[in-house]
């Protein structure tokens, strides 16, 4: 069975710009969370997407958005990138809403802003 | 709202070594408790969890035991491997949906 994937592996992009970052979730799973992993701040909370609906976002602003498609695979976009935005994002797929589900996680796209 | 905390680390210990890594969370309700891992480079992966009171999760030699009374969830190994050597995450899940990490614990092993 294959895991969550991510694309890219690695995403070098300047001030302002913007970027897309992709997941494929675990074949069967319908919930997609997407998160921040900077550099001594551990793992912040973004985004949760489960049937196509967000569900639940974090403490970011609202440059961070993204969608799930009716494959249930989702984006990541980030709008008007600042330099703080350079982080490993990971996202995490479970087989439905409730809490006790597992999340497994992909590798991440490193992104780095120049 | 919703937390975790749990020893930052870094721990270094020898191989066959016993492991502690403590957790307590506040969390709305009776959250699911899990433990993932990260080994360098790589994305985390989830190493055991408990659904409820009083449960044990177990995997690979470790383990740990939802404690309802204390919050905790303290996760140990008899005897670590340098294999071990990763960042370690409890994570409760969180009233919203996500779950709630810390910022880990790194644990190296020397041979």
């Known amino acids: 069975e294959a895991g969550v994937t991510q694309s890219p592996t690695h995403l070098i992009k300047t001030r302002g710009q913007q970027a897309t970052l992709r997941c494929s979730p675990i074949s069967g799973h319908t919930s997609v969370y997407w998160y921040q992993q900077a550099l001594g701040l551990g793992l912040q909370f973004l985004l949760w997407y489960d049937e196509g609906e967000e569900r639940n976002r974090g403490n970011f602003p609202p440059r961070f958005s993204g969608r799930q498609f009716p494959n249930y695979s989702s984006e990541l976009n980030v709008n008007a990138l600042e330099l703080e935005d350079s982080a490993l994002y990971l996202c995490a797929s479970s087989a439905g809403r409730l809490s006790n589900q597992p999340q497994h996680f992909g590798d991440g796209t490193r992104l780095s802003i120049l | 709202g919703d937390s975790v905390t749990q020893m930052e680390g870094p721990v270094t210990l020898s191989e066959e070594a016993f492991l502690t890594i403590n957790c307590t969370y506040t969390?709305?309700?009776?959250?699911?408790l899990f433990w993932y891992v990260q080994y360098p480079g790589e994305g985390l992966q989830l190493l055991l969890k408990?659904?409820?009171?009083?449960d044990k999760g177990s995997n690979k030699g470790f383990e740990a035991t939802y404690r309802k009374e204390t919050t905790s969830f303290h996760l140990e190994k008899g005897s670590v491997q340098v294999s071990d050597s990763a960042v370690y995450f409890c994570?409760?899940?969180?009233?919203?949906?996500?779950?709630?990490f810390g910022k880990g614990t790194k644990l190296s092993v020397k041979p």
């Open positions: 994570a409760p899940g969180g009233s919203q949906g996500n779950l709630i």
């Open positions: 969390a709305t309700g009776y959250p699911s």
């Open positions: 408990a659904t409820k009171a009083d």
